[in-house]
């Protein structure tokens, strides 16, 4: 369609509004509300316009442009409006930066006006030069505030990440409308001039469902949301865009760096969660920086010649079939290649990966779909995506986040899901409709009517036998499975064939050196801590000096996801690129692999280059690629009468695999501390048990520590144990306070 | 009643409501009627009528009695009809006990002496009633037509039979034999424009609406009445909640809709109760539910309780609201005839517009529009409050003027004080100074008046009201009740209340005067609702037609009412006190010092000008007096 703004014609497509009309014909509104990624609101009343055959004046950011309008957007009553409406908005924002009469003469004491516990101005603010008011300022040439000072002294609210300034907020609404699509866990409060931007009856956000995406942080258009982390760092030296190291989900990210440090991290195009936002301070945090070597029973700092040498001696005596080497399926494709190589060609021996079972990826999502398993808590970008979906299965002992938005959910007992989904398909093959312990035949039967085509979409937690009953199901269905990857690489080391981790040979003795490369196994279990012991060499790469480095005989230090050019493999096979952001303090690991591999004399080949690395890693991989059987990772046991607990063992979003580097990062740690249980509110008054109690755990012959949150999302006689591991498992537990 | 399955059974309903009408009102026994709307019940009808209600069947006497809504005389709540046998039904206003007493012992004797009172009420009386005077012959109800209230405090409203007695709703079953097309074109002749405030032409909203295309419409009647002084919608459905529904009938016919609401605030309970029972007998009786009157329309009404937020009048908020999210408007467009309540297309008419609808497909569009004057079209239902001999509900036709309102209906204003002006529109409205009474009550004249008709509240000031105090007041009330979305309504109420807070205190200058215009202005314009467009009214209008007495305020420091506290200062006149003390025992702040038998003076910085030393000094000295403007007194 044609319309006129300013005297210019444009032709602009349909489902557009008058901003975006101007916007194309190269015109600026200002704007404080509007924001390219939310719904238009029409609150902030900057961006008005007069527009012909219309009264008064039209938000233009909700007005939808039509054929033929003749807009004006710079009429004397536009600009004396606006600059009214802005100093009402000042009015009762911390201004007196514009007031000032030596403004641009206070830099040789910023550092100094930063102290001052209030934000009173621009100078004082983090957000300033990034701020969007202070742009709305220039733009619409405001000089002096003239009325009556309304700003309070309003307590500024910490949260895990971010903290919230009541003062500086101008209620735009921008992060209620990031949020509603995410947590909802904000809303307005209070009528009038006490209307606020709040949580539900003003909890912290931690208890309000707040997931810590700091979608409302990238959204404030003022210092009200600011993150804690790289708060004063101001703008940044150099933005890289990268792929988050945490989950399948590679969301993409830039990463702000600035005089050496990454100072923030954004989402790149799409939307982050608090891992990828906030996660990624670990690597400035105990990071090794020079190899170790064990002396006697200490670990003590050499150069990297010597490291490399102890390990090249340590492992050639080694014969192959007594060597393992563990990666994990963090590590770039290079690495993971790199690593390869050098096991099987190197040392003739094995090497299988943590966490690499075989992924199926979800793509366009169309048409019904089954979710199961807690997706919200392993992936969940892929979470927010079926959040749309409109017609939503969820099979799921507990009301999970997606639960809680489904067209449909089935809460079978703990443990049970598995028998659900064989009597969806058997209620869809056969007509067989059986009801279960908490799904009633009817339910199934009315679900069972809804699968056709169905897509089965399962988290990585999920057991063999859930996967065997949803590939059937699926099938039955005429849909398809998809199945979700756990890490940020698993694809790309399913592409070069390597097994999953089993710690059959190692619990058996039969090693006798390990090489374990970004995996943490000690962390796993005590068995498994008890037999790396009694290896004659351990080799670790990795980040920091984890449990397991702790026992090795050298330490190797590795250089982050953040340091490092590289690729990981993601949905369909694509390559997603990591790109160096900051200076290494460790080594690549594809480097140190190589390295070794020619010191011990097998230079078959050179890997000079993450490309050239890629490059190989790319033609190795179409040949070899092989799909594996999943090995048996989870069982679930009968429960006895004696144990009264099931115990049902979930991933956490702020824990990530045996969350090495979550635990790195403080308020990850603050919101995850320690393994929580969640527990029906029965089950704990019955035992005397109140919120936060320490408790002890005993799943097995090993007991563990666990705090209580008390959780009515939770069956009476099931608890949810939200732990560092990712492996979901259902077995019978006594559970006991000590208090 | 039994489900009335077509409209020919409509007519054997009505001729048999008729005659249990009949048999009620021209029986052999009293008949006690009692106005017992909120306005009643809170005046204390209930204990008159008890009373009555126990001598008489102490003495044997089995009387009927009907509570009936409000006649609109609320000046004399609590008010009685009685009906002795064989007599024309009588009214009685301002009950107590001890009329009730002397009532129930006339009756009992069958005495005539009390015929007098306000008025025979011809509608429930048997026949003549000769030599007393109608009701409305009554000065406040003489210049009255009344068309939605013309069954409040006549009938039961929690009686259907009563309301199909009086030609309840067979405008519906002629509804439903003309074409929806043909309804909307009889809604267009009457020139019926929507009584909330806006009056937009209701046939022209409905069209737009019924032209809209969407499998789902909604209707919603809009029941949440919050302008201060305001309560007509309360009054129509607490006295005849199924003229309500018989027009959200007819408006969800001509328009299509199949699902209704009504959306009324919950501070009305009266009125929700009688809702819920209405409805339940409209349902019952087969006008509400599927296949209507066997005539295939099905719709249906479901009431929403408002939380007690005033912008959720405003229609997007309204709608926001019902939808269970937080009531803030929205821009339009899309309007809510296109995308209106989830997204469907909804049309929106207030309680007295529906109210009207019956009677206008039962007389005709020609016959509404014979009421009224240019534009505005038919009667308006108005509610007269503040400084005035006969507060109440009325209907008059449009056009009237606002002198003849106030003076010939209303009274004039009490205590022989001067009208000052009167308030139209509540918050969003202005004041009208008494001086330009002469302009008619039509939407066009108000409007440039600098007011708005709005829902119809009159607030009539006299002169110990001070417009600027008047002014902050109405402020309040917006500030209070902005949502808070928009940035002008959000702060710029805030700007222009703490600015004319700062005029009544007396520390305003006139830069401050001509940024409380500026940022009224800006509010003005820029606002994205209702609520915040009209809040600066008040400021507006006053500022034109009483500019001196801002100024006043500002200059001179001088409330020329004596009712900004921040302006005014108590003082004893030394020559007139004898010292006798009562003023000091009367002072709750101990601000009044003085020896026994000595001239008294007053601590300024104590006092809090609450006004107890003035009734307290004996009027043979009467030496205390309220000052403004004066130099503080020195001891």
Known sequence: MKLKVDGREVEIGSGLSVKDAARQAGIYIPGLCDHQELEPYGGCRLCLVEIDGIRGFPSSCTTPASEGMVIKTDTPALKSLRQSILEMLLSEHPCICINCERKGKCNEVREAMRKVPQTMGCRYCPKDQRCELQKAVEAIGLTKVDLLPLGGSKEIIRSPFFDRDPNLCILCGRCIRACSSRSQAISFAHRGFDASISTAFDAPLEESGCRFCGACVDVCPTGALVERGGRWAGDPEEIVVTTCPYCSANCQIDLEEKEGKLIRARPEGSKLCVRGRFGLEFVHRDRLERPLVRRGNRLVEVSWEEALSAVAGGLRSTPGEQFELLASGVLTNEALYSAEVFARNTMKGEISVTDVLPILDPGSLQGPILAVGDIAETVPNVELRLREADDLLVISPWKTRLAEVASNWLSPEPGTEVKVISSLTAALSDGLVEGLPGVSAEEIKSASEALRGITVILSPEVGPNVVEAATALAEAA??????????????????LGLREWSDRRLLSGDLKAMYVIGANPARISEK???SLEKLSFLVVQDLFLTETAKMADVVLPAASFAEIDGTFMGEGGCILRLRKALRPKGRPDWQITSELASRMGTMWIELTSPEKVLDDFMKRSAKDAVVQEHPDITAQTKVSQDKPFLLYSCPSLYRFGTGTRTSKVSDLRYLEESDVVEMNPKDASALGISLWDEVSVQPNSSVSRARVVISRKVPPGSLRWRRSLRKAEVRAAKVWSDV | MRRIKDPSRLEDAKAEAKASWNSLFCGDRPIVCTGMSTCGISAGAREPRDLMRSLLSEEGLEAKYVDVGCLGLCYSEPLLYIKKPGRPMICYGNVSPKTARSLARSILINDESGDSALGAIPELSCGEISSIPSIWEHPMLKSQVRIALKNCGIIDPENLGHYIARGGYAALAKTIGITPEAVIEEVKTSGLRGRGGAGFPTGMKWEFCRKSKGDEKYLICNADEGDPGAFMDRSVLEGDPHAVIEGMLIAAYAIGCTQGFIYCRAEYPLALRRLEVALQQAKDAGFLGENILGSGFDFDITIKEGAGAFVCGEETALMASIEGKRGMPRTRPPFPANAGLWSKPTNINNVETLANLPSIIDKGGKWYSAFGIGRSRGTKTLALAGAINRPGLIEVPMGMNLRQI?????????????????????????CIPASNLDIPMDYEAITQAGSIVGSGSMIVIDEDTCIVDLARFFLAFTQRESCGK?????????????????????????????????????????SLCGLGAGSPNPVLTSLRYFRPEYEEHIVHKHCPSMACSGLTSHSIDQ?????????????????????????????????????????????????????????????
């Open chain 1, 528 to 530: 498994i801590r008890e």
């Open chain 1, 478 to 495: 005429g849909g398809r499975m998809v199945r979700l990857g756990s890490h940020c690489n698993s694809r790309g080391a399913i592409r």
């Open chain 2, 406 to 430: 106030i003076f010939d209906i209303g009274g004039g204003v009490p205590g022989g004080k001067a009208c000052k002006g009167v308030l139209t529109g509540g918050p969003s409205g202005g």
């Open chain 2, 486 to 526: 928009c940035t002008p309504c959000r702060i710029g109420t805030k700007q222009m209340l703490g600015l004319l807070e700062k005029i009544t205190q007396g520390q305003a200058t006139n830069a401050d005067l001509a940024k409380l215009e500026a940022v009224a202005q800006a509010v003005r314009s820029g």
């Open chain 2, 575 to 635: 020559s007139k006190c004898k010292g006798c003390g009562l003023c000091v025992e009367a002072c709750p702040v101990g601000a009044i010092l003085g020896d026994h038998k000595k001239p008294h003076r007053i601590d300024q910085e104590r006092c809090i000008k609450c006004g107890a030393c003035i009734l307290a000094c004996p009027g043979k000295f009467s030496a205390i007096s309220k000052r403004s403007g004066a130099v503080l007194e020195v001891a």
